[in-house]
């Protein structure tokens, strides 16, 4: 297993409610639950998004 990504700076990201609950949305719609797995994909389009 690579562990490489234990050199990787720790963020800390605080939420709204009207955010919170897009991404229980997402978790609830596409991940069966999983707010982690909606946040790396919200995470992911943003990213996404600013490359274009």
Known sequence: MDETFLD????TVEFDEETL???????????????????RECLDRWLKSREE
């Open 21 to 39: 609950q897009a991404l229980d949305d997402v978790a609830f719609t596409d991940h069966r639950g999983n707010r982690d797995a909606a946040i």
């Open 8 to 11: 990787l700076d720790t963020i």
